[in-house]
């Protein structure tokens, strides 16, 4: 891809669409060759300009998809991987069923799930479980 953006959403983005490399419109005619001809042997282009950009992009966007769970939400979505219950839960942690019921539904916002079935299974996806 040429583009006259270098901003690091834009080569993101292209990359994360299939591009399989990335210049700006003012490359020099011998560095687009050069990208044809790597590209044609399977590798992916990317200039040393924009590469700490997109390093960084691709953290904020990692972190961005890797929600911070407190510690008892974390504890009340182990125990739902353990198959226990809500009140099983409240139990092991000593606390009220309803306050269970609040961290558990404090998951589901943070992993855009409705059910502890997803929730275990996204969080297992995100690392989140070990």
């Known amino acids: 891809m040429l583009s006259a953006f270098t901003d690091s959403s834009s080569v993101y983005r292209a990359l994360e669409e299939g591009a399989a490399g990335f210049l700006t419109k003012d490359s020099k005619r011998s560095e687009v060759v050069e990208a044809v001809r790597a590209i ?13 950009g997109l390093a960084d992009e691709i ?19 182990n125990g739902m ?4 219950s809500i009140p099983q839960i409240a139990k092991e ?12 539904q404090h998951l589901y916002e943070k992993l855009q799930v409705s059910d502890r079935a997803a929730a275990v299974a996204e969080a297992m996806r995100r690392g989140l479980l070990e």
């Open 40 to 52: 044609s042997q399977g590798k992916t282009v990317v200039p040393p300009e924009v590469t700490g």
């Open 59 to 77: 953290r904020m966007r990692r972190s961005q998809n890797s929600p911070t769970l407190s510690e008892r939400e974390s504890q009340v979505l």
């Open 81 to 84: 991987a353990r198959g226990l």
């Open 93 to 104: 942690l000593i606390l009220g069923t309803s306050t269970v019921k609040t961290h558990a």
